[in-house]
């Protein structure tokens, strides 16, 4: 009698469920490298999407505002991680506030629209997160 090994599936077969591993791994990695590139300024001058009214509101420079900028990104890509049902909601929320940098600043019109259509896909994977996500964990029922 022969007997074979069943290898656990990696991948599910469910469109929806890959769907949701799919912007999971997205709204992980993406907040991530976007958060560290704004100590490097690698992929863009990111202190040029900061609208002048916000510059004069927060303290430091623009860069310094960027330096928060990312390392909320990188919290939220973190958070996306390992609390995915809460994570989303929080990357759309940080979403809505840079479409509305970018309507209000010096006319970033096309960036915004592309963070729109990133809002919808953060939407979307919360509500997938909501059937296929873990669990939140204790401390998110505080």
């Known amino acids: 009698m022969?007997?074979?090994l069943t290898r656990p599936r990696v991948t599910s077969?469910?469109?929806a469920?890959?769907?949701?591993?799919?912007?999971?791994?997205?709204?992980?990695?993406?907040?991530?490298?976007?958060g560290l590139d704004k100590f490097a300024n690698v992929l863009t001058d990111?202190?040029?999407?900061?609208?002048?009214?916000?510059d004069g509101i927060v303290p430091g420079t623009a860069?310094?505002?960027?330096?928060?900028?990312?390392?909320?990104?990188?919290?939220?890509?973190?958070?996306?991680a390992v609390a995915p049902r809460l994570g989303a909601w929080v990357v759309a929320a940080w979403l809505v506030g840079i479409i509305i940098d970018l309507v209000s600043g010096p006319g970033f019109y096309?960036?915004?629209?592309?963070?729109?259509?990133?809002l919808v896909a953060a939407l979307a994977?919360?509500?997938?997160a909501a059937r296929y996500g873990p669990a939140l964990p204790a401390w998110a029922h505080r």
């Not at 994977?125 to 997938?128: H, S």
Request: net charge negative.
């Open 63 to 80: 860069q310094q505002a960027m330096y928060a900028v990312g390392v909320v990104e990188i919290l939220a890509g973190i958070l996306v």
């Open 13 to 15: 077969a469910d469109p």
């Open 125 to 128: 994977l919360a509500r997938l």
């Open 46 to 54: 990111w202190p040029k999407y900061l609208a002048p009214w916000i």
């Open 110 to 118: 096309d960036v915004a629209l592309r963070d729109f259509g990133l």
């Open 17 to 34: 469920e890959q769907a949701y591993l799919l912007l999971r791994t997205v709204f992980t990695i993406a907040p991530i490298a976007f």
């Open 2 to 4: 022969t007997t074979h």
